[in-house]
């Protein structure tokens, strides 16, 4: 009978996922949770933590968006086969 152990470096590289990728995975989340709440209850979460288009949510917008591009090459890299 195998044991499956649970390993979280292994799990991490299991997934294909470099750091980047991650934090790009992360930044396109916020933003989809953030544009959830907009069409929501047009409730706006970056604005209310970090003000209305101050320079930190204008920084925030940019980094979600060059995240949601770099996130579309991902399904598109080769990788190798484990």
């Known amino acids: 009978m195998a ?7 292994t799990h991490v590289q299991s997934t294909g ?12 989340v916020i933003g989809a949770l953030n544009w ?6 047009g409730f706006d979460l970056v604005a ?3 003000g209305e288009m101050t320079m ?5 917008y940019v980094l979600v ?6 996130c579309i090459s991902i399904p598109f890299r080769k990788r190798g086969v484990h």
């Open 3 to 9: 044991t499956l152990t649970s390993n979280s470096s």
């Open 65 to 70: 968006g060059l995240a949601g591009l770099y």
């Open 17 to 28: 996922f470099n750091a980047l990728d991650w934090i790009a995975w992360a930044l396109v």
């Open 36 to 41: 959830g709440l907009v069409g929501a209850f």
């Open 48 to 50: 209310a933590l970090l």
């Open 56 to 60: 930190a949510s204008r920084i925030v």
